[in-house]
């Protein structure tokens, strides 16, 4: 079980030696989409230089519109484990759909978007899985439904889970989604799993991402989750929100102080 009561001590999962828990704490970074191999290794290269220690990349994209880009499905993989040959950072990509568990043999740390947080048939498969989960809080859900969806993942035996707080959807529209601060705090003293704070989804909006990157910290994140392009203005997806390297080092520089300031290592 993910709660506490059953489990005092924190969880600390470890995501090809980069463990996220406890004071271990990571920032995952890289483009919404893998797009193509330039676009990919360039990103990787800039957000490990600037600090980040895992790589994000969308391969099976959940958009809105059908007529949307779509990610480049086992392609995306590929560049992926290519970006992660050339940098050494462990990586992590969403999974839409039980029958591409195989693609993801080579994935360090599946990713469950906010649109699956209650596929329970994705969750329970994934529980027969050894494979690290990133479980995504839904985009109106409540925190006891976030844990439940943890829940279905750990009682297949599978109690790699970090829980990630992207934002809610709430009356406000000036922001993308309303990120629940309040959540990382309650969420850690309900339960024993690390969490993960993504400001990039919680706000659409890249000046945001620094003020409430070091706010997560001081309510207790284990780890941020932060969208960054090499070139956001021709991203096939979520460019808007994208930071540049340059804004993505800028960042870091407050993340690190903030980190080292908060006890993380
Ligand atoms: C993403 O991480 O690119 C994504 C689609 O996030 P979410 O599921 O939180 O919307
Ligand atoms: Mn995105």
Redesign the pocket.
Known sequence: SCNRKFHPEDTIVDIAGKKIGGKHFQVIAGP?SVENEDQIIETAEAVKAAGATLL?G?AF??RTSPYAFQGLHADGIELLLKAKKATGMPIVT?IMAIEHLDLFADVDLI?V???NMQNFELLKALGHSDKPILL?RG?ANTMEELLMSAEYIMAGGNNNVIL?E?GIRTFETKTRNTLDLAAVPLLSQMSHLPIVV?PS?ATGIPTLVKPLSLAAIACGANAL?I?VHNNPAKAL??GAQSLTPEQFRDVMDAVKKQAAFSGKE
């Open positions: 919404c994000r969308g994209k959940p969403e990713q978007g906010a649109r995504k985009l990630c992207r993504d989804h989750m969208e997806s979520d």
